[in-house]
């Protein structure tokens, strides 16, 4: 399973874009990007997954190099309720056995 | 659909307790985890299960036990609480056509 790397923390203000960077040096060829919100006292929530290129939803956007080693997700023109922990996480999509590591995450703190 | 619940919400036990943690999901998914949250850290898989009747170890089941006898119900049993014990449990559920797990609330446990 590939080990993630991201910031432990990182502030920004309300309206501003935010971009949360994720190395993964050692993704496989099978395995998949997806990024999880988590609130305080609640369990995570998935946002947005991707394999390569860009993906974007109603939410986010997920930026992914060539190469795949890292990814950034992007959170446009941030609200105080988007302050949360945000993961990075890399595996095989579908079948099989399904684990998630979970790493200690992204600490992002929104401001007025 | 309620999509994946969990009771109770909190509990306090005594070193050397028993209990057992419930967690429910009535989407039909037949992939279902057991995670630990303990403060500012990620989370840590404990059991999982890929259907009725077949149940796994995670990174860390010592002092846990889980059953699978329906494809909506996947309690964690907790034998002898120890201090250790004392986490945010998490229980959570996907198709296993898709990446995306869908978590519970969450139950928080103080063991004393």
């Known amino acids: 399973l590939a080990k993630t790397t991201q910031p432990i923390s990182m502030d920004s203000y309300e309206g501003q874009e935010v971009n949360i960077t994720c190395s993964h040096n050692?993704?496989?060829?099978?395995?998949?990007i997806t990024w999880y919100q988590q609130f305080p006292s609640q369990g995570p929530r998935f946002i947005i997954q991707g394999y390569k290129t860009k993906v974007t939803n109603e939410v986010a956007s997920l930026f992914i190099p060539a190469d795949r080693k890292s990814s950034t997700l992007s959170l446009p023109r941030v609200s105080l309720s988007d302050t949360a922990v945000y993961y990075c996480?890399?595996?095989?999509?579908?079948?099989?056995?399904?684990?998630?590591?979970f790493g200690a995450g992204t600490r992002l703190a929104v401001h007025p | 659909n309620a999509g994946v619940t969990q009771t109770p919400k909190f509990r306090i036990l005594k070193i050397g307790q028993s209990m057992t943690l419930q967690c429910t999901q009535d989407?039909?998914?037949?992939?279902m985890y057991w995670y630990r949250q303990d403060p500012g850290m990620g989370l840590k898989l404990i059991y999982y299960?890929?259907?009725?009747?077949?149940?796994d170890k995670g990174e860390v089941p010592n002092g846990y036990n889980v059953s699978r006898s329906t494809t909506e119900d996947f309690p964690l049993r907790l034998e002898l609480a120890a201090p250790s014990q004392t986490s945010v449990y998490f229980c959570?559920?996907?198709?296993?056509?898709?990446?995306?797990?869908?978590f519970g609330p969450g139950t928080r446990l103080l063991v004393l």
């Open positions: 996480l890399v595996g095989e999509i579908a079948g099989g056995y399904n684990k998630l590591i």
């Open positions: 959570a559920s996907r198709l296993d056509s898709q990446e995306t797990q869908y």
């Open positions: 989407m039909n998914h037949n992939y």
């Open positions: 050692n993704i496989a060829t099978n395995d998949y």
């Open positions: 299960s890929v259907g009725a009747g077949i149940t």
